[in-house]
């Protein structure tokens, strides 16, 4: 565990029409149309653009925190736009624009109706292809992917819950040989959806704190704990094992803590840009926990924990595959060829119901997941900029 | 087993030739030249406020009342090292090192060889005293700045080898374990450290390279560190540089120009402890490994959010240029504050830490990199203050909480006291032996 900011910062972010996604590759250097935003006026440098990318440098030269829409022909449906611009500060605004009329407006201070309302006009690229497909239909794929994520999570949690109870009675009854069978396997759960369970600041350190993570004088609780405990031969010398007393308060409030996690997740909703994120998020945890062995120190279960963390991303890619298709299919067919290809690296380390233990592991083959982490996680991270703005 | 009998030494000169003396003048026949002369050298007094590349033809004077290298302007180069002091070590030896470290570093900041006879012209039957690889080059503002650690005062076991545990400054103790810490012992601690900065990396190597050698039998290398781009300025004079996450870094710092805050923050006050600190300061040394890969694929939303600055111009995200005061109260949309409060300017800004500030001498570091096809990449952080409560109060801060945690590692971690400066004639560190 390591604290994370991506969907505390990112719930601001919501989902615009998708007929204003990013395209893949933007030309940035199309069309840069600077914008500046003042306490009661919206200059826009040119009212005109061509399809096809377009970069909105806005800068605050009010005295308020301001932020600048593109609007639709409607006036209402939101293109792109960007928020929290404080004075004296630029913000880039990259847009993929078909062809049609759009406004511009800038919102100083973030409330009313905006000031210097103003027509924008896009006209057809004559070298450009096909335009936009409707986007009724997308946002209500978005809807159900939304939707679909939130019960995934509480499904996991749910199970997490039940695993933990079994977990922590084997442990609390000193039934080592049977905690220690459902560790892993527990944990699983909680991995798939770390980047949600994690986000509840005050829980995860209850949780899923490593020692090396403690704060002079803390108390340690929470998975790890029982793990040292657990599989103490792999302990420093002079670690004393835990009094029956230790374990059953650790096990009381693995439980507890659990439970809560529970009631936090039942009424979560997520827009897209969390999906995408989410996936992002669980591949850096395993690029920087599970794939170097420093997650699970004393049972060396990190692939459990890797496998879980890729369940967790390639579910949430799955989820925005059918958004995806449409702006950007060989990104879709580069991630669903780099997701095979780390399933296949993980299935070859499969033992029984598990995996090999990650000082099991050679050099070459640690090398080699660490690659295929990398050769996923930088296409993957393009999902964002590609379906959200 | 015959060797040549070494030539009996001829007059011993006070100091060795300046580099630039030697190669211009000792060709063309000068007799009797060079006996401390500091050749053409411009010496710039300490923490002058010109442009800081006016230091790399030029040196700056290794005596004071402060150790050079500290308020000095950060020079583009490091290469820092820890020593163990050999276990059979003397208090009169141990004297004795620092005053061969002394004329050694004095001479090196001159820009002029080590030992009497320097690179090439010694014994032609004997190992040059230089090591040789700075000959011609400029001083190129190198800095010597050195420290002791607590285990010079007494040992792990307390074991009281100079006859010094009652003269160590009660804060000279092991730092605290902080969340996170993934310290490796190969990279922590020391006996002793030097801190050598300059402006070509040959002559911060050849600095540590010589007193290394100066210490073999007495002293012996634990770790040291290469850093290759200054992240800090202590200087007005200097823009401010960038780390390797591409963000400005330092803006914040405690400048030479300031001597208020200086005094108040950076130097050992009289009644701050044992009086022959007094004028000297304490130094943090702390690897901090970057996981560089992960941070590259961040979203620049994410990247900005986590700092709480622009990744361009370095303004805090509530507005302004690079040298305005953040404001942590402007909030945005859904009252959430524009900078956040997991961000990293937030949580180091002395207005969170009891107005605690830091003297920040960090550097950039690539070595190579690891078995997992990763850069070994980071930030050397070094930073002087008055106390190493002040750091501890911040790390403690910013390790609890702060963003940029997803993407850092402490893996070494040191504390030295750095005494005062000393005068010519004198050695470093000689008022702890009085």
Known sequence: ?389 | MTRAATPAPQATPGHGLSRRALLGLAGAGAAGLGLGIVGDRVVLAQGASGSPGAASAAGYPFYGAHQAGIVTPAQDRLHFAAFDVAADLTRADLIELLQDWTAAAAAMTAGRDVGAYGAVDGPYDAPPEDTGEAQGLPPAGLTITFGFGPGLFSTTNGADRFGLAARRPAELTALPHFPGDMLEAGRSDGDLCIQACADDPQVAVHAIRNLSRIAFGRAALRWSQLGFGRTSSTSTSQATARNLFGFKDGTANIKAEEPAAVADQVWVGAGDGPAWLVGGSYLVARRIRMTIETWDRTLLREQETVIGRTKGAGAPLSGGTEFTEPDFAVVGRGDTPLIDAAAHVRLAHPAQNAGARLLRRGYNFVDGNDELGRLNAGLFFISFQRSPEQFTRVQLNLAKNDALNEYIRHVGSALFAVPPGCGSGSFVGAALFA
């Open chain 1, 1 to 389: 565990m390591r604290a994370r900011i991506t969907l505390a910062a990112l719930a601001a972010t919501t989902l615009l029409a998708l007929t204003g996604c990013v395209a893949n590759s933007p030309d940035a250097a199309a069309g840069t149309v600077t914008v500046n935003s003042s306490a009661d006026a919206c200059a826009v440098s040119t009212d005109t653009a061509t399809a096809g990318a377009t970069s909105f440098s806005v800068t605050n030269s009010g005295t308020q925190v301001t932020e600048f829409y593109l609007l639709a022909s409607d006036r209402l449906r939101i293109m792109g736009e960007v928020e929290n611009v404080g004075p004296g500060i630029t913000r880039t605004l990259v847009v993929q624009l078909p062809a049609g009329d759009y406004f511009t407006a800038c919102k100083p201070g973030m409330v009313g109706d905006g000031v210097g309302t103003a027509a924008f006009t896009v006209s057809p690229d004559a070298a450009a292809g096909a335009d936009a497909t409707g986007d009724a239909d997308l946002t209500a794929q978005v809807d159900t992917a939304n939707r679909n994520y939130a019960s995934y999570v509480r499904d996991q949690i749910a199970q997490l819950v039940a695993g933990t109870d079994a977990f922590a009675a084997a442990y609390r009854a000193g039934d080592d040989d049977t905690a220690r069978s459902l560790y892993a396997s527990t944990r699983a759960h909680w991995e798939r959806v770390e980047t949600v369970a994690e986000s509840f600041g005050d829980l995860d350190p209850k949780l899923d704190l490593r020692e090396a993570d403690l704060e002079e004088g803390q108390d340690w609780t929470g998975w790890h704990a029982i793990e040292k405990d657990l599989w103490r031969a792999t302990a420093e010398s002079g670690f004393t094992a835990y009094t029956a007393a230790e374990r059953d308060r650790l096990a009381g409030l693995l439980v507890s803590d659990t439970a809560t996690l529970n009631d936090n997740v039942q009424n979560l909703s997520f827009t897209l840009a969390q999906q995408t994120n989410g996936a992002i998020g669980l591949l850096d945890e395993v690029a920087s926990g599970k794939v170097t062995g420093e997650e699970e120190f004393w049972s060396h279960t990190d692939l459990w924990d890797f496998q879980a963390n890729v369940d967790g991303a390639a579910v949430l890619y799955a989820g925005v595959r059918d958004l995806l298709i449409g702006p950007d299919p060989q990104l879709a067919d580069t991630l669903d060829a780099e997701f095979a290809a780390l399933q296949e690296l993980l299935d070859a380390q499969r033992v029984g119901d598990g995996f090999t233990l990650y000082t099991d592991l050679e050099p070459a083959e640690i090398r080699a997941l660490a690659d295929q982490v990398n050769a996923l996680a930088e296409p993957l991270n393009r999902l964002t900029a590609t379906l959200v703005l």
